[in-house]
């Protein structure tokens, strides 16, 4: 399902009213005491092609991708957003990564239930090549952080500077958890 597709359903004008209601409200976010929910997981150019999926192959990564959002009532970990489908609207699962600068490993931490929207502002540098609406998800991750449009910003700058300075590494994969969590083994 295209993103523009969603933003009709997420309703924008909706939103916006209900961002502005939230801002009206509520005081930046303090990042030393508070993480914003949805964040940017953006996968260095280095690691582009490294993923779980292209290691197992597609038919065990649907199985898996099958049990991590049926784990979660095929519901959106962040905003609650349904999979339909009779419609044809999935959710997604995300691998959740966590690289470590000092080993140059790159470790999969687990999993998420994402719907689409959420899923592509983890991926905000490929939704942006996509050409996908980056108004729509700005205002989404807003939404669904319930932090300032200032608070988000500086968010997606920090995140590219990490991006960066990850891009020069090339990284080794960690499955090892992941074998463990998803086979049971
Ligand atoms: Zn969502």
Known sequence: MSLLKLKR???KKNVMKRINNI???SNPIDFKKNRLK???HLIPSSAFYSNLRKEIGPEKWSNISRKIRGDNNFKCMFCGWKENRSKQEYTHCHEVWKFNK???VQF???FE???PMCH???HWGYSQVRGEDMEALFVHAVYVNKCTIKDFKNHIKKSFKVWRRRSAIKWSLDLNKYSKMVFGK
């Open 9 to 11: 359903l997420h309703g």
């Open 102 to 104: 000092e080993t140059k």
């Open 113 to 115: 239930c994402l719907c």
């Open 23 to 25: 801002m009206a409200n």
């Open 38 to 40: 949805l964040r940017l």
């Open 108 to 110: 999969l931490k687990g």
């Open 120 to 122: 592509a502002v983890h």
